[in-house]
């Protein structure tokens, strides 16, 4: 069992809190420190402190054991109990703006009052902020630019953390008498890139009875209709209940799936066929039509069940008519994880143990990408380092793991579009990822001149996560993504599409236009633990929200057709 990670959240933001307060940044660090070691080490914190064995980790010493132990007595810590009590809880808001760390939020705290992000906007718009020491006129429009792009992620959440939130709101309502089924539906189960609203259909034999319970037994809910409810869960993020009876069921998940557009098409075709679409029920001259699965109704229709991730468009439901569902990339298609970190950059876990993780979730091969030496901040490897990672990864190779590591890098693209290795360094490695990481804010020309002439260079693979993007937090930088995706379809270059959930990039909206021209993607984890290996299944169902079938998609291949790509591109 791995950490709770509430827990780590929780020492997480005691660290913050701290560094809020002026606190001892040692005390501050401490907390921090305490959380990534919980988290890499996936302990079982419950058995740590039954056994007395916390002290053993490094870092914890007498005070987070404490700390940690009435967690696991009480749900939360005391120390953080009282650091929200005394900090304005707006200043906590002010650090989640990436212009703004602790540091600076307490210097606008203390200066001139600010304690939200409301307060700092109007302060910016007065050309308040600009006169502090250490801000001026750039900085103050750069905090109105993270402002407004906070105003529009309000209330959102990324992906990973909108299924854990859902799980826990299916739970609550499974333990509810007279439910007998709980479906996530929504933007969520058509696996939107960020998710500003968690829907739920809640099916009961008795769905009258459970309106009049469901209020009471979570007061977080208010009514918004007969069998309508609504509420608010995890960072504000909007929650909806939709109660159907079991016999309807399949109708009210259909109808809360699919956008307006798609639902209005299928309701078309109905009401053609003579029924009459309704919000708890379809009809046919007035009786309800009972249809307890999708497939029961998309089979009125004479369709074949067409996948949530697809239900975008009305324009998908001719396209299935007409030519069927497309064959989409499936999980098991994939033979090789790709782009993947170890502890000698910035990752958490050894090559080692990446490996074999890698090899017990089915992958006969697994390209190490750590990183190069313009980024010093992640521990970028230079050429001696990476050549000792190269001896590492000859030595493990020869243990018969039973999954062929390959030496890969992911590789700055400099301001110039040049590489970070000598050309020397790239001919030895097998795969190379090229990445940008620095110089975000050159103008769209520039940025677009950079990526093209680093996809030229004939020891680029792979260009990582192309758009920059961080989302809910940074927004894509200036490029033409149209350029950059015919460059690489002219070169036979493979896009990246980045499975992290804070990137998902490339978009699917580009990835779908740019599927039926013939571009190849790799559906890379950019994985730096082990857990994170398992963020590839964020990339396929995007990929396969992109129409992308196996053939298009790098990881499909074997490991001797991926050695033999390589090696034409050379």
């Known amino acids: 069992m791995g950490t709770d990670p509430k827990l780590i959240e929780l020492l997480e933001e005691i660290a913050l809190l701290l560094e809020l307060q002026g606190e001892n940044p040692y005390k501050a660090q401490a907390y921090a420190r305490a959380a990534r070691t919980l988290a890499e080490q996936e302990v079982d914190v419950q058995r740590a402190v039954e056994e007395g064995t916390l002290r053993q980790l490094p870092g914890i010493g007498p005070s987070l054991e404490e700390a940690i132990a009435e ?22 808001e002010l650090t989640q703006l990436p212009e703004v760390g602790p540091r600076r939020a307490r210097q606008l705290y203390e200066q001139l009052g600010i304690a939200s992000i409301e307060a700092l906007e109007e302060a910016c718009r007065e050309h308040r902020v600009a006169a502090l020491k250490g801000f001026g006129p750039k900085r103050e429009q750069a905090l109105l630019a993270a402002v407004r792009l906070w105003k529009e992620s309000r ?89 159907v009876s079991v016999e309807h069921a399949g109708w009210v998940l259909l ?8 639902v209005a098409a299928l309701e078309e075709e109905l009401r053609a066929r003579g029924f009459d679409p309704t919000p708890q029920a379809l009809l046919r001259q007035g009786v309800p039509v009972p249809l ?98 190269h001896a590492e990864i ?40 090229a990445s940008v990481h620095s110089h975000f804010k050159q103008s769209r020309s520039a940025m677009t001149a950079r990526l093209l002439r680093a996809l030229e260079h004939p020891a680029v693979h792979i260009l ?48 779908r236009r740019w599927r039926t021209r013939g571009v190849r993607i790799a559906i890379n984890p950019d994985a730096h633990t082990v857990a994170e290996l398992e963020y590839v299944d964020f990339g396929m169902r995007l990929a396969r929200k992109a129409l992308f079938p196996p053939e298009q998609v790098l990881n499909t291949l074997t490991l001797e057709e991926l050695q033999r790509f390589c090696r034409s591109l050379s």
Not at 72 to 92: A, C, D, F, H, N
Not at 217 to 243: K, T
Not at 402 to 409: E, F, P
Not at 423 to 432: F, H, K, R, S, T
């Open 394 to 433: 000859d030595r493990l190779n020869g243990q018969s793991l039973g999954i062929r590591i390959l030496k890969g890098a992911e590789v700055d693209i400099l301001p110039d579009g040049s590489l970070d290795y000598p050309e020397e360094i790239l001919e030895q490695l097998e795969l190379v990822v």
């Open 155 to 243: 209330r959102q959440l990324h992906v990973h953390t909108a299924l854990r939130e859902a799980q826990r709101w299916r739970e609550l309502l499974l333990a509810l008498p007279e439910v007998a089924q709980v479906s996530v539906t929504g933007t969520l189960r058509r696996f939107a890139e960020t998710i500003g609203e968690l829907v739920f259909v809640v099916a009961s034999p008795r769905p009258e009875r459970l309106a009049r319970v469901l209020g009471k037994q979570l007061p977080e809910l208010q009514s918004a209709g007969e069998w309508s409810f609504r509420g608010y869960g995890e960072r504000g993020v909007a929650v909806q209940i939709e109660l």
């Open 292 to 389: 307890r699965t999708e497939e029961e109704l998309f089979a009125l229709l004479g369709l074949p069940v067409i996948p949530p991730e697809l239900r975008e468009e009305a324009t998908i439901i001719g396209s299935v008519r007409r030519e069927g569902l497309p064959r989409l990339v499936l999980p098991s298609d994939l033979r090789g994880m790709l782009h993947v970190h170890s502890t000698w950059s910035d990752g958490k876990a050894s090559i080692r143990q990446m490996a074999l993780a890698a090899k017990a979730l089915g992958y006969s091969y697994i390209a190490i990408c750590d990183h190069s030496p313009s980024a010093f901040y992640a521990g970028g490897l230079d050429p001696e380092r990476l050549r000792q990672q």
């Open 71 to 92: 967690y696991v007595r009480r749900g939360t810590i005391s120390l953080y109990e009282q650091l929200r009590q005394q900090i304005p809880s707006g200043l906590l």
């Open 464 to 511: 990582g996560h192309p758009t920059g993007r961080l989302l809910l937090s940074r927004p894509p930088y200036e490029v033409d993504i149209d350029a950059i995706m015919e460059a690489a379809l002219r070169l036979g270059k493979v896009i990246e599409l980045n499975a992290q959930p804070y990137r998902l990039d490339v978009s699917w909206h580009v990835l």
């Open 255 to 262: 109808r809360t799936t699919g956008t307006r557009a798609f």
